[in-house]
């Protein structure tokens, strides 16, 4: 759909034709942000309605891409997954795989004017009605952010500002939201009640304080307080402890699952660590070089993981009680995002691949309803057998490993 760089004998690319790649760049996406601009659209435009309304976000078909100057980046290539109301998501993948960017998307945060979402809706459930905020402007997105959808970033001390007090970073969510028509009294109290609800002693304290003078573990805390001031449907968690050793991670997981219990949201969980996800998640979606490649819940993920990708990611991860002397690790690296095989995108790493897989990308494939695959080995008749294969695989990809580091 979008022009290709054309690149010289060794791979560069020549001014001119970086030059051209930015001109035309620059024509797509002031189309984009003109639209995102303007002011006092009629909601009709952009209302729609919830497939499932039980859903509280439903991703269909998104396509996010990076204008680049040198070349589209297809960060997120037909992205389908539903978030149901008061469940948590686990997505997983490898970096670069673009699970932020999807978030980023539904928050509508992505890196302007580069970043667009150019195919697919976005609906987002806000009770009475629901949105596509692909379609929404910049005035919705702005009503929303916070008080519907927020965001616990995975870094706080680059996310928090450093030359504001945490008190008033807090109270700053609450004034343009819930508390538009309170005093400055009454804020200040919910800023106070939201770092005592985040299990911080001494909030009163902590309000008067710069993000410098506290620990990364209380900096996380505050990202979640001031996430979770308005009583948002959806929290977007993008690694929210990667930062933090175990013991902390277990209590800010913890403080997430029961404060999104008390107001009844749901999670979409962005994590590297499988370990988090098996606690957390009820639903896991496992997202490969831009699309998703396996979907279901979170003990088919992990009892039964049918994709060669997700079969691999588990046989990577350590196990409590079994001695290994080296982990298994996937061979080989992610594709260019710029340029894309026009088939399997994981074929090249695959050590299950079949005679199937040279054919275009595959489709979904259902295993019950609700754990799909995109997978050649799962098509037709095939399908129970390459089920249980998998099993034995799985062990045998462990195994491996155990017996290798033993000869040593
Ligand atoms: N502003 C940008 N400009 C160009 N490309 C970008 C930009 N932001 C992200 N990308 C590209 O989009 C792809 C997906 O990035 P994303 O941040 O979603 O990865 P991720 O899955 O969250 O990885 P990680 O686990 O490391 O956080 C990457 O290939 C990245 O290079
Ligand atoms: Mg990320």
């Known amino acids: 759909m979008f022009g290709n760089s054309k690149k010289d004998e060794a791979g560069y690319l020549s ?141 706080p001390m680059t996310s928090l500002n450093p030359v504001f007090k945490i008190g008033e970073q807090i109270e700053e969510v609450i004034a343009l939201h819930d508390g538009k028509d309170w005093d400055a009294e009454r804020i200040k109290a919910r800023a106070i ?47 929210p402890t990667t930062a933090l050793d175990v013991t902390i991670q277990a209590q800010i997981l913890d403080l997430l699952r029961t404060l999104k219990d008390k107001i009844n949201s749901s999670i979409i969980l962005v994590t590297h660590d499988l370990g988090v996800v098996a606690e957390m998640a009820d639903y896991v979606v496992v997202m490969y070089a831009g699309r998703i490649v396996e979907r279901g819940t979170a003990e088919e993920i992990f009892d039964h993981p049918a994709h060669p990708y997700t079969i691999g990611l588990m046989a ?14 996937i061979p080989g690296k992610v594709p260019n995002p710029v340029d894309m095989p026009n088939y399997c995108y994981f074929k090249d790493r695959c050590e299950l691949c079949v005679k199937a897989c ?30 249980t294969e998998t099993a034995a695989v799985l062990d045998e990809l462990i195994a491996g490993t155990d017996n290798e580091g033993e000869d040593k």
């Open 193 to 239: 009640e939201m770092i005592e609800t985040v299990g911080i002693a001494n909030s009163e304290g902590i309000y008067g304080m710069y993000p410098h003078e506290l620990s990364g573990g209380m900096r996380q805390r505050i990202m979640i307080a001031i996430a979770l001031a308005c009583n948002p449907r959806i929290i977007i968690a993008d690694e």
């Open 15 to 155: 001014a001119k034709e970086s030059r051209r790649i930015s001109k035309e760049n620059r024509k797509i996406t002031q189309d984009y942000e003109k639209k995102r601009k303007r002011k006092n659209v009629d909601p009709s435009e952009y209302a729609c309605e919830m497939r499932d309304p039980n859903n509280a976000v439903e991703f269909d078909d998104v396509h996010t891409y990076f204008f680049t100057d040198t070349g589209v980046v297809k960060s997120v290539d037909g992205v389908t997954y539903d978030v149901p109301v008061g469940k948590t998501v686990g997505v997983v993948g490898e970096s670069g795989c673009g699970k932020s960017v999807t978030c980023l998307s539904l928050i509508q945060l992505l890196q302007r004017p580069q970043g667009q979402v150019t195919g697919g809706a976005i609906r987002l459930n806000l009770g009475d009605h629901a949105i596509d905020v692909t379609k929404a402007p910049e005035e919705a997105m702005q009503k929303i952010r916070g008080s519907e959808v927020s965001m616990i970033y995975q870094e």
């Open 358 to 387: 040279d054919g275009e990308y595959p489709h979904m494939v259902r295993l019950s309803p609700t754990h799909e695959v995109s997978c050649y080995r799962y098509y037709d008749d095939a399908s129970a057998s390459a089920a």
């Open 316 to 329: 990577s991860k350590p196990v409590v009680g079994k001695k290994v002397k080296r982990l298994y690790s």
